[in-house]
């Protein structure tokens, strides 16, 4: 018995047809794709075959090439010596010869055979070897070398000359002094390399073809081509003749530029479309196995899929606009509402404001005791941010340690600086994680929402603007936007342009300020210290351009360009040692000691006299590449000296890991000694502790006779300031150690009326 249709089993039906009316299209879709793959990938395996040969012949004859550069560069260093051109052109002496040129590049740089040809091409000299031998018995040879003669000699056509394997013709004149060739000699294929004994006169006068000729030569043999083998990774690399070679091997012919033939070589070229196939053949295979268990799984879960992907959505959207570290809007969030605010404000309704906060020294926590205790502070600021505002007030985490709140309520100065003061004192009160107390600082920017704002950039951008201002004016504060701060910042941008100009241009100055012994008697120093003077501006103060410089990575050429003056005008002060600043983006560049050998090599400054200052925040996050750079230029033989201490961390790990020579007081210290009790108390532990640690003590700032006194008891080294000699050019240096005594300390009374 048939049993009855029902209208379930009619239902039934129809979800199948209909699903497999699904599937069917999607399976013959990924089957065509299947295939589609395998013909990919078969036609991907003969390119990367073709390319991998390619690569091979690149690479031997880019070997070649070296090898001839290489034999270049040391029968130059033998021939083109004063004692080559006395020995071989002016006065001929086989002896010396044999020992310095044959023997030299035949032991030390493995060449097969020498040659020394007078200025009429006869062989004055010639060796096989480690032994000399006749020249006359070379002559069979001579129509081997008579190319790289008639080059030298400027006979024949420049077209004549014969360059290295895979290299284009050069564009330099037909005649030189020097030339590489790949050619055959004696029926071999070798690389030959001539060389003119002139001096830098007859350069000049183009006489070449007057000069004798040193050539020597290097076969091409079973070493070197194993040499280039082993180097390359070319198997079974080997030179061929007429004879067929191992199928699956590459025959290469080389050829010099003009197109003659000098040798066969063959070697097994690397297959990697094999490998390629053989490695995705098999996912292929599975891949199709896999595809009817998935056609059958894609029914099952259709429906689950649906339903799970719509309970879903909502938990999906919340990770997408909050952030997983601390739980609050993220940057997508906060752009979505402060979009909308902006709307609101444009539809009439009343103002707004954002606030804009920077974390002060945050990174410094980071580096000093890890990203975990970091992002504990991160989520304990966001307590104190959300317990801070108003219910309505939204707080967001638009960055690492940045953050932003749209209030709104109001734009009145009053309410909004208050509103960030709250902010501030909360961000500000100290915090206890991982029992390790942490105090940071916060800077806000503040910007008012009104009908005027544009869109979410231009509001953006003032409260960037109103943080740089509140960061300027020395952090843990909040300023308001206003449209002078557009013009500041035009000013600043203007004033980079200038100073970027005045470094190419070579604008700057450099005066030196005296640094004296413990008297005051005698100049042991001098501290260089930048100074420029704008051709509209007149004199502009280091305080306003080196932050400039230092924002916009133009301390760089401009720490740079201050080092390479120093060294080159300490050369006129013999016996005194040349201080100069280095800022910490120059010192954490990896290149940049480098960079000071560079200098030192081209002024030929002492290093011994050279000393770099550097300042706490220098090696902050920073200790294993800063250690690794000081010891680099203690090896140099410079000098270290740690700057402004006691205003950092002053931290005796820095002084014990760090190998410095010197530690500077800082000027604020000299400054206080005679009205501050705790200051002087200073300023005798850091002399004793440098005295500790064998280190020179210099103070800064000295300015009158009791400070001079105070630290001359103290047992400081050295003093720089006011007192001793303000900032002053060369000039005025020379003059004043040119004449020891032309320089005067003048009493406290002088001072003031010469202030």
Not at 220 to 237: F, K, P, R, V
Not at 283 to 297: D, H, N, T
Request: charged residues 20%.
């Amino acid at each position: 018995m048939v049993p009855p249709h029902t209208n379930e089993g009619q239902a039934t039906a129809g979800r199948y047809h209909a699903r497999r009316g699904v599937v069917i299209p999607i399976g013959v879709i990924v089957a065509v794709a299947i295939i589609c793959v395998v013909v990919a990938v078969l036609g991907s395996a003969q390119r990367a075959d073709e390319m991998a040969i390619a690569t091979e012949r690149q690479l031997f004859t880019r070997a070649l090439n070296n090898h001839g550069e290489r034999m270049l560069r040391e029968v130059d260093a033998v021939a083109n010596s004063e004692p080559a051109y006395r020995k071989i052109r002016l006065d001929f002496d086989a002896k010396w010869v044999q020992a310095y040129v044959g023997q030299r590049l035949q032991s030390f740089f493995d060449h097969h055979f020498v040659f020394v040809a007078d200025p009429t091409d006869r062989l004055r000299y010639a060796t096989l070897g480690n032994s000399r031998s006749d020249p006359s018995w070379f002559n069979s040879v001579r129509n081997d070398l008579n190319a790289a003669l008639d080059h030298l000699r400027g006979r024949g056509s420049g077209a004549a000359r014969s360059a290295l394997a895979g290299t284009e013709q050069s564009a330099e004149p037909a005649r030189s002094q020097r030339i590489t060739r790949l050619q055959t000699f004696l029926g071999r294929p070798a690389i030959l390399v001539a060389v003119a004994i002139a001096s830098s006169d007859d350069v000049t006068q183009d006489s070449p073809e007057k000069a004798p000729i040193v050539m020597s030569v290097k076969i091409i043999n079973g070493d070197t081509l194993a040499e280039i083998a082993s180097h390359l990774q070319l198997h079974n690399l080997r030179q061929v003749g007429v004879e067929p070679i191992t199928p699956g091997d590459y025959a290469f012919k080389l050829a010099d530029p003009q197109g003659k033939q000098v040798a066969n070589f063959a070697w097994t070229p690397k297959r990697p479309g094999a490998e390629i196939v053989n490695s995705v053949i098999p996912f292929i295979a599975v891949a199709f196995a896999g595809f009817a268990l998935l056609a059958a799984l894609v029914l099952r879960h259709m429906r689950r899929t649906a339903a799970t992907i719509a309970s879903g959505e909502s938990r999906l959207r919340h990770l997408a606009l909050h952030d997983p570290l601390c739980g609050l809007p993220n940057r997508i969030f906060f752009g979505e509402r402060l979009e909308t605010v902006i709307a609101d404000v444009h539809k009439g309704g009343p103002p707004a404001a954002l606030l804009y906060i920077d974390l002060d020294h945050f990174k410094d926590v980071n580096d000093t005791l890890g990203h975990p205790i970091g992002d504990d502070l991160i989520r304990a600021v966001t307590q104190r941010l959300t317990h801070t505002v108003r219910e309505n007030d939204l707080v967001a985490r638009i960055g690492g340690d940045e953050f932003a709140v749209i209030t709104a309520g109001g734009c009145e100065h009053s309410a909004l600086l208050n509103i960030a003061n709250r902010l501030i004192a909360a961000i500000c009160a100290p915090y206890t994680i991982s029992n390790q107390s942490i105090v940071i600082g916060a800077s806000i920017g503040i910007a008012v929402i009104n009908e005027k704002i544009t869109g979410t950039p231009d509001i953006m951008r003032h409260a960037d603007m109103a943080l740089y201002r509140a960061k300027n004016e020395g952090r843990n504060r909040a300023c308001i936007y206003d449209t002078a701060m557009d013009s500041d910042l035009l000013q600043r941008k203007l004033l980079e342009n200038d100073l970027r100009q005045a470094i190419d241009r070579n604008e700057l100055q450099v005066a030196y300020q005296p640094i004296v012994n413990n008297s005051g008697e005698t100049v042991v120093g001098v501290e260089a210290l930048c100074r420029w003077t704008h051709p509209v501006r007149g004199e502009i103060p280091p305080s306003e351009f080196i932050p400039i410089a230092e924002n916009s990575a133009l301390i760089i050429d401009l720490g740079e360009w201050v080092l390479r003056r120093a060294c080159t005008d300490g050369n006129a002060w013999p016996g005194i040692t040349m201080a100069v600043n280095v800022s910490p983006l120059q010192f954490r560049r990896a290149d940049f000691v480098d960079v000071v050998e560079r200098i030192l090599a081209e002024t030929g400054f002492d290093p011994a006299r050279l000393e770099l200052e550097v300042t706490e925040s220098t090696l902050i996050g920073n200790v294993d590449t800063a250690e690794l750079a000081m010891f680099r230029l203690k090896a140099l033989g410079v000098r270290l000296a740690l700057d402004d201490f006691g205003t950092g961390y002053s931290s005796l790990l820095y002084l014990r890991r760090f190998p410095f020579d010197k530690l500077k007081v800082d000027r604020s210290f000299v400054h206080s000694i005679e009205r501050a009790a705790d200051a002087a108390a200073i300023v005798h532990a850091v002399v004793s502790l440098g005295r500790g640690l064998g280190m020179k003590v210099t103070a800064e700032g000295v300015e009158t006779a009791e400070q001079h006194l105070f630290l001359r008891a103290a047992g400081v080294h050295a003093m720089q300031g006011f007192r001793f000699g303000r900032p002053c050019p060369a000039a005025d240096i020379s003059a004043r150690l040119d004449v020891p005594g032309s320089f005067k300390i003048k009493d406290d009374a002088d001072l003031a009326m010469a202030g």
